[in-house]
């Protein structure tokens, strides 16, 4: 239920991060849904996607697109996640087109999804579910900017801990960005974490965390 | 997740991967002269496996042990790659969101209200599950609790929301409460959980699901704005593309 959906951010970090499922129903299409599934990764794939997955196989950046796709069955659900928006309006189009079968979810700006479904040929969305953040005792959650990266993986698989101990390690000159992110979205077995967004925020966060002693 | 003793050299890299943070203890090899181990906080722990696929380990100190009830329960609702049996979906929720398209889960005029405890990286005692659930079914608003939901299974009285005792010590990464009100008990379902989120030791997050007009509106809304209650601009959207559509309005609506 809210796997893609507490991604934290403002309107500028938000925008061109989208989460697409496929998602086969219990009791509706879910027998003999796996070509489905599997046609239905074959189109993301085909528009350019920074990750994509599924929760049991795990992700391109833990195994093959082969592998994902080989691995599908009745039932399977996959998340492939975009970084920009005119793939989404694309992607849409075909999804329309070539129409699958299995239900379709894009995590996202809401205003912004919606324009994409217009100029794609859809009308409004179908079904909405909104996040109404995060209450109780808020003081225990760690920083909003590791907040950012942290909410990507909608499991929780990402520790705060961690992402301290790269930002340390690429003050020290020892890890590049590139290859933190890559190592978080691997901790993030479905495929939601945004690598191009994660860079970004890797870059914000730089500046302002400080490294008591840098040898 | 446990550390074998006689293996585990104390390097402390698997530290940093723990989601729920710092819950490892030094100790002092009581046989191997010199050797210094680590214990995992079995307590603090939710047996999520995230330092054991890290593959961190140089030594291969870290092991999972297949795990008896009520302790079993952290695995299935912590470790993303174990499905829960009375759902078939791996994690730990429900698909009736994602496919509201086709099984028609959530009606016009009803809104469905979940709430996530635990995420990130804090975890939650089935205790504090207890409050959240006991404030939702105690308020009076016809909360109907989603029944493949892992949660509801460890109910022992789903009508007041009460948890079986023996899983109220169990912790897991995240737990989620799901369920369905009418619209207009809204109001009422977010008032019992502000009052919860007084009582909790932990973190919930909550979200509200809704099936939006054909001509675009969003039921919700206008509720959320006149209660003054913070939403996300960033939300979660089913495109209807899913066969065959379930019919909302009868015949003469369509399926939209």
Redesign the interface.
């Known amino acids: 239920?809210?796997?893609?959906?507490?991604?934290r951010?403002?309107?500028e970090s938000?925008k061109d991060?989208f989460v697409v499922?496929g998602?086969?129903?219990?009791?509706?299409?879910k027998a003999g849904s796996a070509p489905k599934t599997q046609m239905f990764l074959s189109i993301c794939y085909k528009h350019g996607p920074v990750n994509l997955g599924d929760?049991?196989t795990g992700n391109i950046y833990n195994t093959t697109m082969d592998d994902i796709l080989a691995s599908v069955t009745d039932?399977t659900?996959v998340q492939c996640t975009f970084d920009n928006r005119d793939k989404i309006v694309d992607l849409?189009k075909e999804?329309?087109e070539r129409?699958?079968?299995?239900?379709?979810?894009?995590?996202?700006?809401?205003?912004v999804?919606?324009q994409c479904?217009q100029e794609a040929g859809?009308?409004?969305?179908?079904?909405?579910?909104?996040?109404?953040?995060?209450?109780?005792?808020?003081e225990?959650?760690?920083g909003y900017a590791v907040?950012k990266l942290?909410?990507m993986?909608g499991?929780?698989?990402?520790?705060?801990?961690?992402v301290?101990?790269m930002v340390r390690d690429i003050k020290r000159g020892r890890r590049t960005i590139r290859s933190c992110v890559v190592e978080l979205a691997?901790?993030c077995?479905?495929g939601n974490f945004n690598l191009t967004r994660g860079e970004k925020i890797f870059e914000e966060v730089l500046s302002t965390y400080m490294v008591h002693s840098l040898y | 997740m446990k550390a074998d003793k006689d293996k585990c050299i104390a390097c402390k890299r698997c530290?940093?991967?723990?989601?729920m943070?710092?819950i490892q203890t030094f100790h002092r090899h009581e046989k191997i002269h010199g050797r210094i181990y680590i214990e995992i906080d079995q307590d603090a722990c939710t047996d999520?496996g995230?330092c054991l696929?890290?593959n961190i380990c140089p030594v291969k100190a870290l092991y999972q042990e297949v795990e008896d009830w009520p302790r079993e329960i952290r695995g299935i609702l912590s470790n993303?790659?174990i499905?829960f049996k009375g759902s078939?979906?791996?994690?730990?929720?429900?698909?009736?969101?994602?496919?509201?398209?086709?099984?028609g889960s959530?009606l016009p005029g009803e809104v469905?209200v979940?709430v996530?405890?635990?995420?990130?990286?804090?975890g939650a005692y089935f205790r504090d599950v207890e409050v959240v659930a006991m404030a939702l079914m105690g308020a009076d608003i016809g909360y109907q609790l989603a029944e493949?939901n892992p949660v509801t299974h460890f109910m022992a009285d789903k009508n007041t929301g009460k948890l079986r005792d023996d899983v109220l010590g169990e912790k897991a990464?995240?737990a989620?409460i799901?369920g369905k009100c009418k619209l207009e008990k809204l109001p009422e379902a977010?008032k019992a959980?502000?009052a919860a989120?007084e009582k909790?030791?932990?973190?919930?997050?909550?979200?509200?699901?809704?099936?939006?007009?054909?001509?675009?509106e969003?039921p919700?809304k206008q509720v959320?704005e006149e209660l003054g209650?913070?939403?996300?601009?960033?939300?979660?959207?089913?495109?209807?593309?899913?066969?065959?559509a379930y019919a909302f309005y009868g015949d003469k609506g369509g399926a939209?």
């Not at chain 1, 239920?1 to 991604?7: A, D, G, I, N, V």
């Not at chain 1, 129409?99 to 700006?109: K, M």
């Not at chain 2, 996530?116 to 804090?122: A, D, Q, T, Y």
């Open positions: 239920m809210t796997h893609s959906l507490h991604r951010g403002d309107y938000l991060d499922l998602c086969p129903a219990t009791g509706v299409n929760m049991k039932g659900i849409i999804l329309k129409r699958p079968g299995i239900s379709v979810i894009i995590s996202g700006v809401t205003d999804v919606q479904m859809l009308g409004p969305i179908h079904s909405l579910e909104y996040s109404l953040g995060t209450w109780g005792k808020t225990r959650l760690p907040l942290l909410t993986c499991h929780a698989m990402i520790a705060a801990d961690l301290g101990k691997q901790c077995t479905c | 530290f940093a991967y723990c989601p943070g710092r999520c995230m696929r890290a993303p790659l499905e078939q979906v791996p994690g730990r929720g429900t698909e009736e969101m994602k496919t509201n398209d086709v099984k959530f469905g979940g996530e405890l635990g995420r990130p990286g804090i493949e990464t995240s989620i799901e977010l959980l502000q989120a909790v030791d932990t973190v919930f997050t909550v979200e509200v699901i809704t099936k939006v007009t054909p001509e675009g969003v919700v959320l209650f913070w939403y996300s601009i960033n939300s979660k959207n089913n495109l209807g593309l899913g066969l065959p939209s």
